[in-house]
């Protein structure tokens, strides 16, 4: 029998080929798999926001450039609770205000567990707390917010159930943040007597988030708009305004005030005195409803359901989603305003529009003999650099007056500006129509409000993130593409790439 030798097997077993590439990948492997772990440790280390993503598509728990540039502003130091018992926190709540602590250093934050620690409730005893309320404070102010205002509900009545649709934590924690931070709060007032249309919850909810106080005014009874109104809201009266009225109005705009008008369509009412106050800062309706002739200008809801272009603008600049302006009513520049008063456009139909000027007995949406053509502003705003009230001089000596204000300019205040934002559509506030597009309308409504109040309060609103987001904002042309996209184009392009390779393999 011969003898088996060890030495002279493993030579040979290292000179084979197989054995030496496997040694070869096995060492490679366990390289690879040590870089691996060095790797895992690494980021272990860093910060939560630097290894955590969000993957849900709406980025629940990032926070955004808004929030961002008031969080790089703050000068104040401010404490953020997240009440919750241990093992039932919001693991979503908890992440967002993660970030918020990790993007400023002014933000410090905790979770309080109210069974463990029942101290911790005695100094919030006038507020009404529940698991997962967020408390927000800074100094003597503060503010909490429940799990009801961070998430919203959809309720099915034919169950009696409801389901979580949105998630408002950003929106409501930055305007928290806000509030106990800002020396001063705005208010605006919104007049009433002219059968207005009742604002939306998402209206109010914007306002509220903005830290805004609404108050009605009846200019009837009161003797002018409040000195305090950062803004006076005319919301689609579909009444006319007095003469009376008009006055105070006039006369609160000449003084350098705000104004945030929707005047839509009214069923053909006249309301001349809303003309002529919107006709002495340069703006004219054009009768009637605007119909889009372009299919890239509407919804599949119809050629009235408009989706215009947004122009530039302050207030449209970073507004990167659709706005959608069902009903809406056309604008256009007056030619002999004021050459002081300067009309931008915010909102413009396309050149293919019209405005059908009787929509109750309209028998077709084609342009007929009698519409109007387009383009027209949707939406506009409008500004008039305007003297303070104690720059004028007796009309008496008007010459001696200006020769005195070029050299005496240390007397004078600085120059206020008039300020309106003028939207045609009041459905483009409706809920369901926001949903459309995203968001997008009281988007553009934030803006608008932030751009009146001039940055002088902290008016910062972000908007809330479908969390049961299906639909797809779409144009029509757009919807119609996807549908030849997804029927046509797509199984023809598998059918023939299958051909292909069948034949290909055949004539092998």
């Known amino acids: 029998m011969k003898k088996f030798n060890i030495k002279e097997s493993f030579r040979k077993g290292v000179k084979n080929k197989r054995l030496r590439h496997g040694s070869y990948s096995m060492g490679l492997a366990l390289i690879v798999l040590a870089i691996i772990v060095?790797?895992?440790?690494?980021?272990?280390?860093?910060?939560?926001?630097?290894?955590?993503?969000?993957?849900?598509?709406?980025?629940?728990?990032?926070?955004?450039?808004?929030?961002?540039?008031?969080?790089?502003?703050?000068?104040?130091?401010v404490q953020i609770y997240l009440v919750a018992q241990s093992?039932?926190?919001?693991?979503?709540?908890?992440?967002?205000?993660?970030?918020?602590?990790?993007?400023?250093?002014?933000?410090?934050?905790e979770i309080r567990d109210p069974v463990k620690n029942p101290a911790f409730l005695n100094s919030y005893q006038d507020m009404e707390l529940y698991n997962n309320s967020v408390i927000v404070e800074c100094g003597d102010r503060k503010k909490a917010l429940s799990p009801d205002q961070i998430y919203e509900y959809q309720m099915d009545y034919t169950t009696y159930s409801s389901t979580i649709t949105g998630f408002d934590g950003e929106g409501q924690i930055t305007s928290a943040i806000s509030y106990v931070t800002s020396e001063n709060l705005g208010k605006a007032?919104?007049?009433?007597?002219?059968d207005e249309i009742p604002m939306t919850d998402n209206l109010k909810s914007l306002m509220q988030k903005q830290n805004l106080e609404i108050e009605d005014l009846n200019l009837?009874?009161?003797?002018?708009?409040?000195?305090?109104a950062d803004f006076l809201f005319v919301f689609s009266p579909m009444a006319d305004l007095s003469s009376e009225e008009t006055a105070k109005i006039q006369n609160y705009l000449t003084a350098g005030g705000h104004a945030f008008i929707v005047a839509g369509y009214t069923g053909g009412t006249p309301q001349p005195n809303l003309d002529a106050l919107l006709a002495d800062y340069g703006l004219e309706r054009v009768e009637g409803v605007v119909?889009?002739?372009?299919?890239?200008?509407?919804?599949?809801?119809?050629?009235?359901?408009i989706v215009p272009d947004k122009e530039s603008h302050e207030i449209t600049g970073g507004l990167e989603k659709y706005v959608l302006m069902p009903m809406a009513q056309g604008l256009q520049e007056s030619q002999d305003h004021r050459d002081t008063v300067q009309v931008s456009a915010l909102l413009k139909t396309s050149d293919s529009s019209y405005s059908k000027p009787d929509p109750a007995n309209v028998t077709t949406m084609e342009k007929e003999d009698g519409d109007i053509d387009g383009p027209f502003m949707v939406g506009a705003a409008v500004t008039e650099t305007v003297a303070e009230a104690g720059d004028s001089t007796d009309a008496e000596d008007t010459s001696d007056a200006e020769d005195m204000n070029s050299t005496d300019t240390g007397s004078q205040s600085s120059p206020k500006e008039t300020r309106i934002v003028c939207l045609t559509s009041e459905l483009m506030f409706d809920?369901?129509?926001?949903?459309?597009?995203?968001?997008g309308n009281m988007e553009l409504v934030s803006k608008a409000v932030s751009w009146l109040t001039n940055g002088e309060e902290v008016t910062v609103s972000i908007p809330s993130k479908s969390i049961?987001?299906?639909?797809?904002?779409?144009?029509?042309?757009?919807?119609?593409?996807?549908?030849?996209?997804?029927?046509?184009?797509?199984?023809?392009?598998?059918?023939?790439?299958?051909?292909?390779?069948?034949?290909?393999r055949k004539n092998r």
């Open 38 to 77: 060095v790797i895992n440790m690494a980021v272990n280390a860093l910060p939560s926001k630097f290894r955590e993503f969000d993957l849900t598509g709406q980025n629940l728990t990032q926070i955004g450039s808004q929030t961002t540039e008031m969080l790089d502003a703050l000068t104040k130091d």
């Open 87 to 109: 093992g039932q926190e919001d693991e979503t709540t908890k992440k967002l205000l993660e970030n918020y602590a990790g993007a400023s250093s002014h933000i410090k934050f």
């Open 189 to 194: 007032y919104a007049l009433t007597g002219h």
């Open 220 to 228: 009837i009874t009161a003797e002018q708009v409040p000195e305090d």
């Open 291 to 305: 119909v889009e002739g372009d299919p890239n200008h509407y919804t599949g809801s119809g050629q009235a359901y």
């Open 431 to 439: 809920q369901g129509t926001d949903a459309q597009v995203v968001g």
């Open 468 to 504: 049961d987001n299906t639909s797809l904002s779409m144009t029509a042309m757009g919807s119609l593409l996807g549908f030849l996209g997804c029927i046509v184009v797509i199984p023809l392009a598998v059918l023939i790439t299958g051909l292909v390779i069948w034949l290909g």
